[in-house]
């Protein structure tokens, strides 16, 4: 790894791009075995020591006062005031960065937020970085939130004669782990655990009532009480939900499982939200998760194929819950919902548009059907996909047809190989299921292939595209930009999905996500294991960047996009971009003679 | 390995191009004496155009120039613009610069190129655009494979295009070589080399420079400066056809009578010789008979009836047949029905192509007579050598002719339109030539079909540089030659080897790949030896004796495609192998696709 310093650690996550290239560019490293003093008592303190690897001691007269491991910055205080009275001793090897003192004190000046971190004490430390979103911050106010920010379980009333069967029977059919009972004067509340202990008892479930195994002492907090104060119920009493108690005198059922996952955004926890879902505000609520989960995800450094694959199932289920709230079954057992585009590859992460589609079998009709389909497109701008800009949505009778007139548009994209017809034709391509009869999509996907005779003249226009955007380096390979801004769409992203897809047509792969394509064209000896590499990492790259920035954006509310400035990328980025771009450049020209793209 | 051959190959021609002014020199009669005095206005003007017309096929080649977002919709090629695209490659230099130096030689028979370039195109609409664009295929082999077996009809595909590609680069070569010798006042081989390495260049370097865009800016040019030159010729004639016809007729009359007139002369002093048994009589009196020989043919010639180029019936019905069969067969062209979107806008582009050439044939007509009466008398001395031939030779009537008409700057212009023409039209035939190598050969044939793709680009690019050293080669040899009669070789060979095997594999079910490739290299071999022996190759090029030719007619194409479709019929007929059952099996499939554009399966399944 040639990155030098990991600047997501406090305090230096507040630097500005500028600075952290003047504040790498200054970084020197520094060994010390095991045992050798790194500063000695009352000497000067030139630079700024941030522990890398080992373990450094800090001790005064003879005793250890702290211990400092790795990412940790060990002098900040003595830096300031130039000597210190303790020592530091390194008590493993150590390799140390140093950061000379005039340059933090620029820095200190120039950046408030930094330099609150070396001035002032701890309280209003966290003060200022409370400006920023920083991990602790965001932990703190999640604790702070309101119960009703994580998932509240409806409660299941049974009344106060039913049988331990009917709870477990109502427990089965609304997938929850604890019912409530009402008798004269008291709520009670039968759990899973209940449940264990009366099978454990041989009793017969069906004839003994509920009400003598639920429990009557309750623990409760009021909707508008924050998470931690149902967190601190929970580890008093040991117990692993409360009851929530809603401002209209309703009640829900917050579980520990949930809160937990409230708190770290466990990604099958929105899952499982979005399957329980049985409102579009419970949906809405489910998914507005989705965003801290990508975060998250991103900040501990997951990687973006993984992100992806995480969010890909999730923007399913998302697609596959809402229309299922708004199609009755009998339409839904009659059509099939796709996912189209990025959304369809799986790789969409964060919504920058929604395409969909809707095949409808023949000869089935029903009133309701457009007007469903707007309120599924306008669902969707709800929960953040911005509409399509291309119109590509289920809203749009192009995309809603019987199966027949798919078979149609089909045969027109193949034999009409204008501009148009060849982008619906890629969008196509990457089709994927969602929900209702998925054998209509089947039966298309089989028709589309068998017919698809081999067409250099198709392919060609296909992949044309391709040459519609310049790759953003130059004859030099440097960057270029419009006014400080490169779109990564258009400069690369682009160019290899298409190429990519371009070939998987020509092999008739109906596989749909680039990276599963750029396997099996790499095994079928398309693609030559080192390009299959190249392209894999290039497009892993870009589209991290993309999410990076993207974050940044959404985060600042701006609308998102694929522009990047320039300005903003370390020295790093820099470098890994122009690699990648040199990349796709190449692979851009590979597919134009492939696709004997100089003739169009 | 074949990388390697490639590289000492061209390696080879690099020496012997080097080594070659002087011998070439020495070697080629009557070299053009050079123009004397340079046209620096014109000169100044033709860099100018060729740097404008340079800039703009690059801006036209270039697909990135708008910001088009992704669904931005349209952009595609339409069935007029790739009619004019077409046109663009059509209308070559060879056209203009040949057909109007052939009409200002014989007149009327110039029209026989004319109308036969120009009847090969109904035939396209009729049989083939629509069927090929619906097959998806764009060149000859890839048709010809779709049912027959890959590796022997590429083999032989590859073969018929370099044959052809060889020979169409030849006029396009004669063209430049004599626009820059005239212009320039360069030896024509030096010419013929720089044109040559300014090809390479802009074929390897260059990129994508064949695209439609730059057929289409290129015909756009060509017929607005041939548009003005012939109103120019016609304004000169007070828009008459009549006066342009009876003044051309005078000049060639005026032209017979001086040479009577030098007969006279010549049977006089043959006379006086023989009277006083002077030792030289017996030369007085052939050069007196070759005289006399001249003007009668001048007088009995007409420009305005037939008989003037081709007197024969034979050669005229077999220069005919290659015209008009021979487009069908020009890789170059069948590129071009890929470009648009449909099989309808196919058969428009077509019409449109059609359309635009007839007119420019038109022109070049007009042309052509244009140059017989202004290039004539006093006014017409300057771009005469002493001997009355023009400067360059009659190749370069339609150059003189803008000089003529526009004067220096116009002069500069059309040189430059015709000079950026031809170097389009070698960047789309050294691309289909350097495409049917390192795809039909080297990466179907030789690596079959697992090719790395960097290697073929290079093998690609090698074949470049050695088809544009072989242009070099073949473009001095052939100076004297007229360039549309060059073309016109070409088209006999795409009408006697590829014509027939593409006509046969769209529409004759009994079709056996044995037959194709037999029937294709007859045809092929065919005509080209009967090219070699021939007049104008036996006689011309190679300086045999007039009359020792093996083979009387100018144009083979009557013979050789009439034995090609005979082979290709019998041998596919007489063809019993399995693999012959096989490929006539697969005919309906195809057949079906071509008309409809759906696959087989696909238009069955659906109803």
């Not at chain 1, 050798?36 to 007269?61: C, D, M, Q, R, S």
């Not at chain 2, 342009?244 to 010549?266: C, P």
Request: net charge neutral; aromatic share 10%; hydrophobic share 50%.
């Amino acid at each position: 790894m040639s990155t030098l310093f990991e600047f997501s650690a406090l305090p230096y996550r507040s630097l500005k791009p500028s600075e952290r290239e003047r504040f790498e560019s200054a970084l020197d490293i520094q060994y010390f075995a095991n045992g050798h003093t790194v500063i000695a008592a009352g000497a000067p303190h030139h630079a700024l020591l941030i522990l890398n690897k080992g373990l450094i001691a800090e001790e005064e007269n003879g005793e250890v006062l702290t211990v400092y491991s790795e990412q940790e910055t060990i002098n900040s205080k003595a830096l300031l005031n130039e000597t210190a009275q303790q020592q530091w001793v390194a008590i493993d090897d150590s390799l140390v960065f140093s950061i000379p003192r005039e340059l933090i004190l620029e820095l200190i000046r120039s950046n408030p937020q930094f330099g609150a971190y070396f001035y002032q004490d701890i309280a209003v430390r966290m003060t200022a970085l409370a400006q920023q979103t920083s991990e602790e911050n965001e932990l703190q106010a999640l604790l702070l939130a309101p119960v009703t920010a994580a998932y509240i379980h409806p409660a299941q009333w049974l009344s106060a004669d039913a049988s331990i069967l009917d709870a477990a029977r109502r427990m089965q059919s609304a997938h929850c782990t604890a019912v409530l009972i009402k008798n004269a004067e008291h709520i009670g509340i039968f759990t899973q655990r209940d449940l264990r202990d009366f099978v454990i008892s041989e009793l017969p479930a069906r004839s003994t009532a509920i009400a003598n195994y639920a429990h009557y002492r309750l623990h409760s907090v009021a909707d508008d009480e924050p998470i931690h104060a149902a967190m601190l119920l929970m580890t008093k009493h040991t117990i692993s939900r409360v009851i929530v108690r809603r401002a209209d005198g309703a009640l829900g059922i917050l579980e520990q499982v949930d809160l937990l996952a409230f708190l770290t955004q466990h990604s099958h926890l929105i899952q499982s939200q979005i399957e329980r879902a049985v409102s579009m505000d419970e949906l809405a609520q489910a998914w507005s998760h989705v965003d801290k989960l990508i975060r998250q995800q991103h900040r501990q450094g997951v990687k973006v194929t993984l992100i992806a694959d995480t969010l890909r199932e999730l923007h399913r289920k998302l697609l596959a819950k809402t229309w299922q709230l708004l199609a009755p079954a009998e339409i839904s057992a009659n059509v099939c919902l796709l996912c189209l585009g990025s959304e369809g590859r799986g790789e969409q992460i964060l919504a920058n548009d929604q395409d969909n589609a809707l095949i409808i079998a023949d000869g089935f009709e029903h009133p309701d059907l457009a007007a469903i389909c707007a309120a599924f497109n306008q669902a969707l701008i709800r929960f953040g996909y911005p509409p399509c800009p291309g119109k590509i949505m289920v809203n749009n009778p192009y995309w809603r047809r019987t199966e027949s007139e798919f078979k149609i548009l089909l045969d027109e994209w193949q034999v009409q190989t204008h501009r148009e017809n060849m982008l619906h034709l890629a969008i196509w391509l990457d089709a994927y299921p969602v929900y209702g009869n998925k054998a209509l999509f089947a039966r298309l996907r089989d028709y589309f292939y068998q017919g698809l005779v081999e067409n250099d003249s198709l392919l060609a226009h296909f992949a044309l595209p391709i040459e519609q955007f310049d790759t953003p380096l130059g004859f030099f390979s440097q960057l270029r930009s419009k006014g400080g801004l490169l779109d990564l769409k258009k400069g690369g992203i682009f160019t290899l999905v298409h190429g990519i897809r371009s070939l998987a047509l020509k092999a008739k792969l109906s596989e749909r996500n680039t990276y599963r394509r750029i396997e099996i064209l790499k095994q079928k000896d398309i693609l030559s294991p080192t390009l299959a590499s190249d392209l894999r990492e290039s497009l892993a790259y870009l589209q991290s960047l993309q999410l990076k920035y993207g974050l940044i954006k959404a985060q600042q509310g701006k609308l998102l996009d694929y522009g990047i400035e320039l300005a903003q990328l370390t020295t790093l980025e820099r470098d890994l971009l122009k690699d990648t771009l040199a990349v796709v450049k190449r692979f851009k020209q590979s597919i134009a003679h492939q696709f004997k793209l100089n003739t169009l | 390995m074949i990388k390697s051959n490639l590289q000492r190959l061209s390696l080879a021609s690099l020496m012997l191009a080097s080594s070659l002014p002087t011998w070439a020199a020495g070697a080629i009669e009557g070299a053009v004496e050079k123009r004397h005095d340079l046209n620096l206005p014109a000169i100044v003007m033709f860099l100018i155009f060729v740097a404008f017309t340079l800039g703009i096929t690059y801006w036209a080649a270039r697909r990135t120039k708008s910001a088009k977002d992704f669904y931005a919709a349209g952009g595609g090629i339409s069935g007029f613009q790739n009619g004019l695209a077409i046109a663009g490659d059509y209308m070559s230099a060879a056209s203009f610069l040949g057909i109007s130096a052939m009409v200002f030689g014989v007149g009327y028979d110039g029209l026989i190129y004319s109308i036969g370039f120009l009847v090969g195109w109904p035939l396209i609409t009729f049989l083939i655009a629509e069927r090929l664009r619906n097959l998806g295929k764009y060149t000859f082999a890839d048709v010809a494979s779709y049912r027959l077996s890959q590796t022997p009809v590429r083999i032989f595909a590859a073969t018929g295009t370099l044959v052809v590609v060889a020979l169409y680069l030849i006029a396009q070569m004669v063209g430049a070589g004599k626009l820059i010798q005239v212009l320039f006042g360069l030896d024509y081989t030096y010419a013929v080399i720089l044109v040559g390495i300014l090809m390479i260049m802009y074929v390897t370097f260059g990129g994508m420079l064949a695209t439609t865009w730059v057929q289409i800016i290129k015909a756009i040019l060509l017929l607005s400066g041939a548009s003005f030159m012939a109103f120019m010729v016609m304004k000169h004639v007070g828009f008459s056809f009549e006066t342009l016809f009876q003044q051309a007729v005078a000049v060639k009359h005026a032209g017979a009578e001086a040479l009577a007139l030098k007969a006279n002369v010549a049977a006089e002093a043959a006379a006086t010789a023989i009277s006083s048994n002077a030792p030289n009589a017996s030369a007085a009196v052939a050069s007196a008979a070759a005289a006399s020989k001249a003007a009668v043919a001048a007088a009995k010639a007409n420009i305005m009836a037939p008989g003037g180029l081709v007197s024969n019936p034979i050669d005229a019905i077999s220069l005919g047949m290659a015209l008009m069969f021979g487009t069908a067969g020009l890789p170059h062209i069948l590129m071009r029905f890929f470009t648009v979107s449909n099989a309808k806008e196919a058969r428009k582009s077509v019409f449109y192509a059609t359309g635009f050439i007839g007119y420019f044939y038109i022109l070049t007509f007009i042309i052509g007579f244009g140059a017989i009466v202004l290039l004539s008398g006093e006014a017409g001395m300057k771009f005469k050598e002493v001997s009355g031939a023009l400067i360059g030779g009659s190749n370069m009537a339609a150059i003189h002719l803008s000089d003529a008409v526009g004067g220096d700057y116009f002069l500069g212009f059309i040189s430059a339109v015709a000079f950026a023409t031809i170097l389009a039209v070698v960047a789309g035939l050294t691309l289909s030539g350097a495409s049917a190598v390192s795809h039909d050969i080297y990466a179907s044939v030789i690596k079959k079909g697992k090719a790395n793709e960097a290697d073929e680009i290079r093998v690609s690019k090698l074949t470049t540089i050695a088809l544009g050293i072989l242009a070099m080669f073949l473009g001095i040899a052939f100076e004297q030659q007229n360039i549309a009669f060059m073309v016109g070789l070409a088209f006999s060979i795409a009408a006697s080897a590829n014509f027939p095997v593409l006509i046969m594999s769209m529409f004759w079910k009994d079709l056996t790949t044995r037959g194709a490739v037999t029937g294709g290299f007859v045809g092929l071999i065919t005509a080209l030896t009967l090219i070699i022996l021939g007049p104008s190759v036996w006689v011309e090029v190679l300086g045999h004796e007039k009359g020792s030719e093996w083979f009387p007619y100018k144009n083979p194409t009557i013979f050789s495609m009439t034995l090609a479709f005979i082979t290709i019929w019998l041998v596919s007929v007489l063809d019993t192998s399995k693999q012959a059952a096989e490929e006539r099996a697969k005919f309906l499939p195809q057949f079906i696709r071509s008309m409809t554009g759906i696959g087989a399966e696909g238009a069955t399944d659906k109803h």
